[in-house]
Antibody
């Protein structure tokens, strides 16, 4: 079955770190661009980070640049998002997303809730 | 960054109505636009890609169109399951950007 399953969310205090994981099945993440997209409570969607399958550079939204790092373990077919120096406004559901050949988002995970609160 | 201006933010309608949601890009994104449907507590679900291509399995009452930088999602006859939130998104340029969303509610 083709799917993405996120894990690692939880409640943390401002300034702390958290690592999200996304286990892929039914396809190889090394053959696709892979993204993280987030959605704050009752808000819209915001692209966070991308790992390209055709170049070595990764890209980040300005709001997380220098604090978040996207990476992958291809042997485990798993994508990660390391989130450091978390802020209250990072509170959101984080979705792991697969890119199609045309770069749009064609497969979404169920999401993982990250709450940053003191 | 490309700004995607989606309207209306809320749309009141009845079952069987024909409704249209609009998304305007701040500059040309060619036909690199998708539409998602999002149900409460769930991940977005792709409906339309490349502005007007219907994803396999999506009902034909959903159609997408483009006129230069203006994109529309039309639902020809609303069904009960359609009263949820819709988002557009451009994928022509980094950073990928979304519209603000349109909530379709019961009149």
């Amino acid at each position: 079955q083709v799917q993405l399953v996120e894990s690692g969310g939880g409640v943390v205090q401002p300034g702390m770190s958290l690592r999200l994981s996304c286990a892929a099945s039914g396809f190889s993440i090394s053959s696709h661009a892979m993204y993280w997209v987030r959605q704050a409570p009752d808000k819209g969607l915001e692209w966070v980070a991308v790992m390209s399958h055709i170049e070595t550079n990764n890209y980040y939204a300005e709001s997380v640049k220098g604090r978040f790092t996207i990476s992958s373990d291809n042997s485990k077919n798993t994508l990660h998002l390391q989130m450091d120096s978390l802020r209250v406004d990072d509170t959101a559901v984080y979705y792991c997303v697969r890119g199609s050949r045309d770069w749009y988002f064609d497969l979404w995970g169920q999401g993982s809730l990250v709450t940053v609160s003191s | 960054d490309i700004q995607m201006t989606q309207s209306p933010s809320t749309l009141s309608a009845s079952i069987g109505d024909r409704v249209t949601i609009t998304c305007r890009a701040s500059q040309s994104v060619s036909d690199s636009l998708v539409w998602y449907q999002q149900k409460p507590g769930k991940a977005p679900n792709l409906l339309i890609y490349r502005a007007s291509s219907l994803k396999s399995g999506v009902p034909s009452r959903f159609t997408g169109s483009r006129s230069e930088t203006e994109f529309t999602l039309t639902i020809s006859s609303l069904e009960p399951d359609d009263f949820v939130t819709y988002y557009c998104q451009q994928y022509r340029f980094y950073p990928w950007t979304f519209g603000q969303g349109t909530k379709v509610e019961f009149k």
